[in-house]
């Protein structure tokens, strides 16, 4: 149920706050995140957005790995990791 503050609706669970960013955010003179050692503009700036989406996601699936192993590590039972990271 919302409930009202100083005339506005709020509703709960929502937050102005917004959400933390998944993909980085890099500067065109940075260098290129790919290890190339170049500036971005000169190496993966063409491919854009999807190239640091793609590293992202290769970022998620090592977190991922080290958290299954982990939690492996701990004792917990397989079932209980199955669905983690999909």
């Known amino acids: ?3 009202k503050m100083y005339s506005k609706v709020v509703w ?3 937050s102005k706050t917004p959400l ?3 993909v980085a955010q890099i500067g065109r003179n940075d260098p290129c995140p790919c290890g190339s050692g170049k500036k971005y503009k000169r190496c993966h700036e063409r491919e854009g957005s999807a190239f640091l989406k ?3 996601r290769e970022h998620d699936k090592e977190e991922t790995k080290k958290l299954k192993a982990r939690l492996k590590a701990e004792g ?3 079932y209980k990791r199955l669905l ?3």
């Open 1 to 3: 149920m919302a409930r």
């Open 12 to 14: 709960p669970g929502f």
């Open 20 to 22: 933390p960013r998944h």
């Open 54 to 56: 793609k590293l992202a």
């Open 76 to 78: 917990v039972p397989w």
């Open 84 to 86: 983690i990271g999909r």
